[in-house]
């Protein structure tokens, strides 16, 4: 039930709480934006309906001490793993009835979340309940988890109704009439990373810098995927997508390395990127084609000739896909039929991959080695005649 404007005045104290939570409130409607902001011990107040587990992730990495949330963290579609991770990292998470606190509420304001002990969740700020819902306890969800677990044949027939409901939208995957720009970028021949915001990307770039060292791969950003290529200390050759989640300093940053950036325009004629680029005056490619960003990206590569791509953060088994819960992932089958074999997992990268030894190794057991050999000299007065001998005889032939 929402708490109104009549029932707050009415509120004069909060129930007795198991669990208190104080700190400012960083208010988002979208997760993945929002987290870039967040600063450890604020309380999140999100929008977010069924949280997934790369927005869980980014949400426990930024230090939230507490997810208030808008909408249903877990609707019971399917078996999303986000708020179960978020209580069980210790975050105290609540279901809010409605969004009404994203009016009563602004970035920086100090608020306090008690948790009751009958599994209600109160939001005060200045001694006044702004907001009432429901705390999520670890019990509750894992029990509700388990139970979706059990229902994922449902869920798995809906996504394959979506599927193909989708497929004649977006044909032209397959069908290969999607008009692809002339990049600066050349990707003949050579490997190209694709890096999306998803699961373990971060520690899939950490595992391949090997490969990376050693192969020196075409590196495509999708969207949010920039800002982590550039906190791995490496440099994107194109960044891909609506230009929505990589930040203004993160596209001039990479602009000036030499960046291309390729703003995906949707079948319909909707281009999100293109206006933020403009206003900000950096130049940009329009690639028109239905599916998502990363489908996009992935295609570039393949038409412009790469022979191999390994895709960091991308879906690649049910449970990844199902937790995306998106419309039109259908796009994502297709992509993968058409680009085939030369696909791969950055996890099957980086265990399969036998990097070549560097030149520094080399340098250092050769220096060691000459080391050895000044010492045994040096400490040998024999040798030392012999070397004097070498050493008159060469000045002698030098003149």
Known sequence: MAVTSQSLSALTSAPPATRTVSGSVRLGRKTKVMVKHLAPGEIAVIDHLDIDRVSAEE?????????????????????????????????????LPDDAIFRALSDGDPIAVLAGAQGSGDVLHKGRVVARGEVLDVARVRAETEAR?????????????????????ERELLAGKIEMPRFATDFRDRSALVVVRGVDHQRDLRALRPFIRDVRPVIVAVDGGAEAVLEAGLMPDMIVGDMDSASEAVLLAAVEGGAE????????????????????????????????????????????GARLIVSVGSQFNLVEFLDRNRR??????????????ILVDAKGVSRL????????????????????MVAVVWLTPALRD??????????????
């Open 261 to 304: 950036l390729v703003v995906h325009s949707y079948s319909d004629g909707r281009a999100p990127g293109r206006a933020r680029l403009e206003n900000l005056g950096l130049p940009f490619m329009l690639v028109p084609a239905p599916g998502t960003s990363q489908d996009v990206a992935m295609l570039i590569a393949a038409e412009k």
């Open 149 to 169: 677990r059990h229902e994922v044949g449902e869920a798995l027939e809906r996504f394959a109704h979506n599927t193909i409901e989708h497929m004649r939208e």
């Open 353 to 372: 991959y036998r990097p070549q030894p560097g030149l520094a190794p080399l340098l250092l057991v050769l220096l060691a080695g000459v080391i050895a």
């Open 59 to 95: 949400l426990i990495a930024a230090g939230a001490a507490a997810v208030l949330n808008c909408r249903a963290s877990t609707s019971g579609s399917y078996p999303n793993l986000g708020p179960q991770l978020l209580v069980e990292a210790g975050v105290l998470l609540v279901d």
């Open 328 to 341: 039109g992932m259908s796009s994502t089958f297709l992509t993968r039929l058409r680009i085939g074999e």
């Open 386 to 399: 012999v070397v004097d001998l070498l050493w008159l005889k060469l000045q002698l032939l030098l003149g």
